[in-house]
């Protein structure tokens, strides 16, 4: 494993072997042991688009390992606003560090950049391409909230159209014989491209009414205000899709709700005391796998 | 009999590009590009076919084709026959096939591809299925349908 560009391009042995090594660092993420298993090494955070979780949580996993970070959130202070090409770029960058994440406001540019550099590439994002660490974060954290990834119930609920989250979480879920039920409203539906290329065993609906009693698992995503023309389609649609501490009480106890976040009012506040909200532990999640994959590609053994 | 069928000369010199997928002629004939050069071209349409039922057929005098020309052709027409003709017989007989990458022939249809914003940058697709013909680019992974080709 050189880059780490799309989801796809983890076997799935990577992939336990991220989440298991990411789980043996879970001390470590949280400060309770010490690692320097990176130490003299740097990492380049190049951040062509502004990101608080993903920046802020692969800079955390690289110093709890004992590297070093450098790198930019904001272009403007970069030569990329005189015109420098992405690939002149990353040719430098390249050369000052041993990795790089890279998150960029255009599809491909991720693999453009993994072509070009001399070091790994993780995608840290790119357009509304693929952002395959969010799904290694995803997968690891269903693990640890339902105790396995094979053979579940999942909904996907929200704006499942521009969502690049979900694209990506569908295409790794049908790895594990997954029964998906994807919950949106028609305008923001899961894209043909990506159900063309999953297996039987998904299905599309309106409404979460009487699905939501046999899921496993509901990951919500933010239905953006930006996506509808009108702005009472869009009070309209989001208000009907909205999760509440009430509409749980049909839902297994053991049912676990992630979502990606910044969350506007998708999840009701009353929702976050319940035992079924693990989206902030899903965000933490963010830095033991993101220390697992850096040290999978920076690791000296 | 095709011949007298056809009333087309045969050619001396140049290229035939036989068995064209009925109404790709028209297209090719655009790519190729050849008003202004000076040479004599002809196509024909719709020429009756017993393995095609109906074919195109285009033919070029004194002229042969480059590599990237017989990519595009695969691209709008996989099959295709590019006769390479000398005094007036075949000198050569490929049948052109997409090849597994394409490059700098055509534009990824996603405007927001890198592919299509980084100054220097060569659009790749990618071959993903030969029967019936898929492509994606190798940067964003767009499927790429045929009416969306646009050649470079």
Known sequence: MDHVVTIQDLANDDIVSVLDRARELLPVAHGDKRNDVLAG????????????????????????????????????????????????????????????????????????????????????????????????????????????????????????????TVHSLAAALARYDTTMHFIAPKSLAMPRRVTTELPDGWSAHAALDGILPELDLLYVTRIQKERFPDPEDYARVAGAYTISAEILRDAKPTLRILHPLPRVDEIATDVDGTDHAAYFRQAFNGVPVRMALLEMLLGSD | MTDKLLKVQPIRNGTVIDHLRAGA???????????????????????????????????????????????????????????IIRNYSVAEKTAVEIPEEVAGVAHCPNTNCISNNERGAISRLLLRNREPVQLACAYCARLVAEEELQFL
């Open chain 2, 25 to 83: 002629g028209l297209k090719i004939l655009d790519i190729l590009d050849m008003a202004g050069t000076g040479n004599t071209v002809s196509l024909l349409i719709n020429v009756p076919s017993s393995k095609q039922g109906r074919k195109d057929i285009i033919k070029i005098e004194d002229r042969e084709l480059t590599e990237s020309e017989t990519e595009r052709i695969a691209l709008l027409s996989p099959g295709a026959h590019v006769n």
């Open chain 1, 41 to 164: 090494k740097i990492l380049a955070t190049c951040f062509f688009e502004p990101s608080t979780r993903t920046r802020l949580s692969f800079e955390t996993a690289m110093h709890r390992l004992g590297g070093n970070v450098i790198g930019f959130a904001d272009p403007s202070a970069t030569s990329h606003l005189k015109g420098e090409t992405l690939a002149d770029a990353v040719r430098m960058v390249a050369g000052y560090a041993d990795a790089i994440v890279l998150r960029h406001p255009q599809e491909g540019s991720a693999q453009l950049a993994a072509e070009i550099s001399e070091v790994p590439v993780i995608n840290g994002g790119d357009g509304a391409g693929q952002h395959p660490t969010q799904t290694l974060l995803d997968l690891f954290t269903i693990r640890e909230e339902v105790g396995k990834l094979e053979g579940l119930t999942v909904g996907l609920l929200g704006d499942l159209r521009y969502g690049r």
